[in-house]
């Protein structure tokens, strides 16, 4: 190239450049509250919050509760896309407060391992509180581990109504928008995970694990949110791998693998009063196994609140060996602390129970024990062909107060 021809090139790069250099970079559009898309602060963009470079010490000895708050505080307080490092490492902390809203989008990589202290003294409410943040991302192959072995015997909720609650591991209170994939949740001292007041949430490729006895495990209860997605997910818990509480709309299952456990449960319902209504609710393409329930509706015979439960969907659901694969218990009354008059307040209606397959661990493949005062509506069965294979016994189907229709079901199954 001609000198003169190279000095025009250096010139014009040099003007392009200055161009871009002095143009700001264009905002990227605010997320709808209801999207489940992950947000523009995903993992490897951003400024980035080390918790290691602020003191924590991934020792599993050292509390690093400080370093942790001091990042959410440094991530959240910052415009643009954010990131809040825990790198690979055993690192104990006390609560954790994530409190909003930020001025730009979070993302939470988890590569290390968090260690819930046992030392209930420290705890007020919870482990890992996330409070009115929108945009959030947790993802990473790091674990949450709420260390609940040591302290599960503090558990007395099976001898009182009115018990303590022990901690739940992560709490997500009035998030919008937001992303939990791919980390796991082991031994949460309570719930594994909590998702309340919140709008938009996926979750998905998480596991979480607990032993089959372990008390009040669940592995992830929603009350009061919408637009929530579940997916590609692996839970074994001491109770209900997911539960779905009162004010629940628009809630997609997907994919699920649950067991041990309780089984996918919609409630229980009824409990407290001035409780919401539960709609649309889908579980579909999940499998089951040994659990103590499969997909379950449950609500409190005496319940303090008057609220309907609709729209309830089941499809393709595989069972192996559970002892209650399909069930409505509109009678429902953990520890026998209930008054059982009958006068039920829930209304369960438009229930599609589609291709449940597979085995059960008891002859009552079926137990649909709806109220006599409000009986169930609108109930349909469509090609449920789950068999006990036990001895000495044939499969059943046990039916109350329940109304609709069944078709291609195994002839001991059809209700209808």
Same mark, same amino acid.
């Given at each position: 190239?001609?000198?003169?021809?190279?000095?025009?090139?250096?010139?014009?790069?040099?003007?392009?450049?200055?161009?871009?250099?002095?143009?700001?970079? /264009?905002?990227? !559009?605010?997320?709808?509250?209801?999207?489940?898309?992950?947000?523009?602060?995903?993992?490897?963009?951003?400024?980035?919050?080390?918790?290691?470079?602020?003191?924590?010490?991934? &020792?599993?000895?050292?509390?690093?509760?400080?370093?942790?708050?001091?990042?959410?505080?440094?991530?959240?307080?910052?415009?643009?896309?954010?990131?809040? #490092?825990?790198?690979?490492?055993?690192? %104990?902390?006390?609560? %954790?407060?994530?409190?909003? /809203?930020?001025?730009?989008?979070?993302?939470?990589? %988890?590569?290390?391992?968090?260690?819930?202290?046992?030392?209930?003294?420290?705890?007020?409410?919870?482990?890992?509180?996330?409070?009115?943040?929108?945009?959030?991302?947790?993802?990473?192959?790091?674990?949450?581990?709420?260390?609940?072995?040591?302290?599960?015997?503090?558990?007395?909720?099976?001898?009182?109504?009115?018990?303590?609650?022990?901690?739940?591991?992560?709490?997500?209170?009035?998030?919008?928008?937001?992303?939990?994939?791919?980390?796991?949740? %082991?031994?949460?001292?309570?719930?594994?995970?909590?998702?309340?007041?919140? !709008?938009?949430?996926?979750?998905?490729?998480?596991?979480?694990?607990?032993?089959?006895?372990?008390?009040?495990?669940?592995?992830?209860?929603?009350? &009061?949110?919408?637009?929530?997605?579940?997916?590609?997910?692996?839970?074994?818990?001491?109770? &209900?791998?997911?539960?779905?509480?009162?004010?629940?709309?628009?809630?997609?299952?997907?994919?699920?693998?649950?067991?041990?456990?309780?089984?996918?449960?919609?409630?229980?319902?009824?409990?407290?009063?001035?409780?919401?209504?539960?709609?649309?609710?889908?579980?579909?393409?999940?499998?089951? !196994?040994?659990?103590?329930?499969?997909?379950?509706?449950?609500?409190?015979?005496?319940?303090?609140?008057?609220?309907?439960?609709?729209?309830?969907?089941?499809?393709?659901?595989?069972?192996?060996?559970?002892?209650?694969?399909?069930?409505?218990?509109?009678?429902?009354?953990?520890?026998?602390?209930?008054?059982?008059?009958?006068?039920?307040?829930?209304?369960?209606?438009?229930?599609?129970?589609?291709?449940?397959?597979?085995?059960?661990?008891?002859?009552?493949?079926?137990?649909?024990?709806?109220?006599?005062?409000?009986?169930?509506?609108?109930?349909?069965?469509?090609?449920?062909?789950?068999?006990?294979?036990?001895?000495?016994?044939?499969? #059943?189907?046990?039916?109350?107060?329940?109304?609709?229709?069944?078709?291609?079901?195994?002839?001991?199954?059809?209700?209808?």
């Amino acid at each position: 190239m001609a000198l003169n021809n190279l000095r025009v090139f250096f010139f014009l790069a040099m003007v392009v450049c200055a161009a871009h250099a002095g143009k700001p970079a /264009p905002k990227g !559009k605010e997320e709808k509250a209801d999207s489940a898309a992950a947000p523009s602060g995903a993992a490897g963009g951003g400024d980035s919050s080390d918790i290691s470079k602020l003191g924590a010490k991934g &020792d599993g000895k050292t509390d690093s509760s400080k370093a942790l708050n001091d990042a959410w505080a440094t991530a959240c307080g910052k415009e643009g896309p954010q990131t809040l #490092m825990i790198p690979k490492g055993d690192y %104990l902390t006390g609560p %954790l407060n994530f409190t909003g /809203p930020c001025k730009g989008s979070v993302t939470i990589q %988890l590569d290390g391992n968090l260690l819930g202290t046992t030392d209930l003294g420290q705890y007020k409410r919870n482990w890992i509180e996330i409070n009115h943040v929108d945009n959030l991302v947790i993802t990473g192959k790091g674990t949450l581990d709420g260390q609940g072995k040591q302290v599960w015997d503090s558990n007395k909720c099976a001898q009182k109504y009115d018990c303590k609650i022990l901690p739940n591991s992560l709490v997500l209170d009035y998030v919008n928008n937001g992303t939990v994939s791919g980390i796991t949740l %082991l031994n949460a001292k309570f719930f594994h995970m909590n998702v309340f007041q919140c !709008k938009g949430m996926m979750i998905k490729d998480v596991t979480i694990t607990a032993p089959g006895d372990s008390p009040n495990t669940d592995g992830i209860h929603i009350g &009061d949110s919408s637009k929530v997605t579940i997916t590609g997910t692996t839970i074994g818990t001491g109770d &209900d791998c997911i539960s779905i509480g009162p004010g629940s709309t628009e809630i997609n299952i997907t994919g699920v693998t649950c067991g041990p456990g309780h089984g996918i449960s919609v409630g229980s319902l009824g409990r407290y009063k001035d409780e919401k209504d539960v709609t649309d609710i889908n579980v579909k393409d999940c499998t089951l !196994k040994k659990t103590s329930n499969g997909v379950r509706i449950k609500s409190y015979e005496d319940a303090a609140s008057k609220l309907t439960a609709s729209k309830l969907h089941y499809e393709n659901i595989a069972m192996e060996d559970v002892q209650n694969p399909v069930i409505i218990d509109m009678k429902y009354c953990p520890n026998k602390i209930c008054t059982k008059n009958g006068a039920s307040k829930v209304t369960i209606k438009d229930v599609t129970f589609k291709n449940i397959t597979g085995t059960s661990a008891t002859p009552e493949a079926v137990s649909l024990l709806c109220s006599d005062k409000l009986p169930c509506t609108g109930v349909t069965m469509d090609n449920i062909k789950v068999e006990y294979k036990g001895t000495n016994n044939k499969t #059943m189907a046990v039916c109350q107060n329940a109304k609709g229709s069944a078709t291609g079901c195994l002839k001991e199954l059809a209700c209808f």
